[in-house]
């Protein structure tokens, strides 16, 4: 331990901010964004809050005036499921705002640019000069993947900016393949520090976490031991020339930091991003705002970690499949830091197809929900009652949120169906203070939307981005997860996401019959059915309860009412993306066409057009379209006499 920190204080005596007018351009503004969206999520969330309490006061107005029976039971639901759906922006979750907590994480972007007011700072980009360098042992895990992918994350990862003796690449094989074992072999007559190893067979346990595991094991065997630092690439993540040399110096300056990440990046997205593939909302909003409260988390590759702090906390925690999240906890719980870098330094994949995409989605959830299980770990048991509230937190607000949207998509298309108001008031005058409001409302979040969009290189959508049509997916991979956890049965196996295809047909019935049977996406012709039936039936009570006031001004408070078209009309056009991917079947993007790759060493990096982010950004027609109409009938009711 004395001769590691050692090292380390003579490696941060090398260490200086990067002189780059770009990165310096991109961090002035970062600041700006973390001190302008605070405020914007503070105006968002009061606004709501204040038209919620209102329209509470008119429901009970309107019931103390003689509202009864289905009308009034209607205006009830509509009120509990405006409130559940806008549940990711309010505050809810004050206690999350407790600074250098380990509830912080735990947050919606709202809350956490909230939490981030008054501190606009951002993590300094920094540089290792030199060759008096920590070493780090660099593990890639690979399970079955595609082997050119794998070849082209270990050149990279072999031929990174840092001295040669001063890291190690280890391929960990959790596949057990021969011909992974030959390929490294190859490499290694090339770059004499790549390493291979495997556990002996394919596992049966939570295989990221426990392929690691066997990692920081194994390199106790090699010559000169376990390494001073560890990073960790999935096998798909190219890591830039600089990667090293930017993660490293933020744990040498500082004892108590344990871990720094980056944010991934993806070279393969689709333009326009159709299935909202783009996470540049976790990295470019969420992350950045918990690093100004000191509650950054390992963002699952690409991170580099003092052994020592692995060492600590008893090495990568396999209670979860979500080892990241789970590996977050036990840091903090241990007293280390965990800092994001606002950086790109590596370029990954996204899943090519729609099926392995909601493959993904499946393991994210089962990981999330399985961290409520780790609680019962005994090196958790140290945790205070805060930190283990904190713990479980996650899973909590992650699967009620899931099931808010569940009752929503369910409940919505029978509320329309009644045809009977969704908005309840005693006076006209009320109605137009409501609509008054809710535009306030609406106008603050819209600026929120607008400045985290384009902090996010506008690759979010104005009106955020919803993905509806897989609710009912991880809805089911939800209650699986949780029974198993409560009965006792433990976490079950998940099926590692990089072996998954979608199955193309090229008939287009055989497709159709697949992809609505085989795949369940039956379900989103139940949903837009069922929403097209409702909203025509209370067109049909509109009409007949139509008098001077005019059909659009019925239909208005009806199934138009803006707060609830906004949440169907958006589980609409969001349950159509799996049935246009079904029979559009996009191609997916070719690889090799993103890659700019060296003939002679091999060694690929993504293309500056495979990264350029305007290629990515989605269409905002339809959000367009959504805010005219907002703005538009709510100053018809305000303006009304």
Known sequence: MGSEENMFQLAAANVQPLDEPHEKKRQEEQILFLDRIPKAALASILSSWIYFAYSLKCLLDAQAGGLSGSPLTVAWLSFAMQVAHARQFSCHQTHALKSDSLLVPVGTPHLLALSAMGEAKRQPLLRLLGDTCPSVDVFITYCGEELAVLLDTVRAAAMVDYPKDSFRVIVLDDSVSSDVENEMGKLRSTFNNIHYST????????????????????????????????????VDMIPSPHWLRALVPHIVVD??????????????????????????????????????????????????????????????????ISEDIMTSFYLATAGWKIVYVHEDVQWGLVPATITAHLKQHKRLCAGIISTAAAVRSPRLQKMTPEEKYGSLFAPFAYSTSILFNTIILILMPVLIWTGAPLVAYATQSQLRTLSMLFLVKFLAGLSYDFLATRSANYHLGLLGISMAWVIPFLFVTMVRFALSILTGGGVPLFTP???????????????????????????????????????????????????????????????????????????????????????????????????????????????????????????????????AYCIGVCAMFVLQK
């Not at 595991?213 to 690439?233: F, K, M, Q, W």
């Not at 066409?593 to 060296?598: I, P, T, W």
């Not at 060694?603 to 989605?618: F, G, H, N, T």
Request: charged residues 20%.
């Open 199 to 234: 556990r002996g067979s394919r596992p049966k346990t939570h295989t990221k976490a426990g392929n690691l595991n066997h990692g920081l094991r194994y390199v106790r065997t090699l010559p000169g031991g376990a390494s001073d630092l560890v990073a960790v690439l999935d």
């Open 255 to 320: 004892p108590k930091t344990g871990m720094a990440s980056p944010p991934q990046r993806q070279y393969n997205i689709p333009d326009g991003d159709p299935l909202g593939q783009t996470m540049d909302v976790l990295f470019d909003v969420m992350e950045p705002s918990k690093n100004a409260k000191n509650a950054a988390w390992c963002c699952g590759t690409g991170f580099v970690v003092r052994r020592a702090a692995l060492d600590d906390i008893g090495g990568v925690p396999e209670e979860s």
């Open 497 to 627: 996401s990089g072996l998954v295809d979608i199955r193309t047909v090229q008939s287009l019935g055989r497709r159709i019959k697949v992809a609505l049977w085989n795949d369940g996406f039956i379900i989103h012709v139940a949903i837009i059915a069922s929403l097209l039936a409702a909203v025509s039936g209370s067109a049909s009570a509109a009409s007949q309860a139509a008098s001077a006031s005019g059909f659009w001004r019925q239909l208005s408070i009806r199934a138009a009412w803006p707060p609830i078209l906004l949440i169907w009309s958006t589980n609409l056009t969001d349950c159509l993306i799996p049935l246009s991917y079904t029979l559009s079947l996009p191609v997916p993007l070719d690889r090799e066409a993103l890659l700019v790759r060296d003939p002679k060493s091999q060694l690929a990096y993504p293309s500056e057009q495979a990264k350029d982010p305007v290629r990515v950004r989605p269409s905002q027609i339809s959000a367009l379209m959504k805010i």
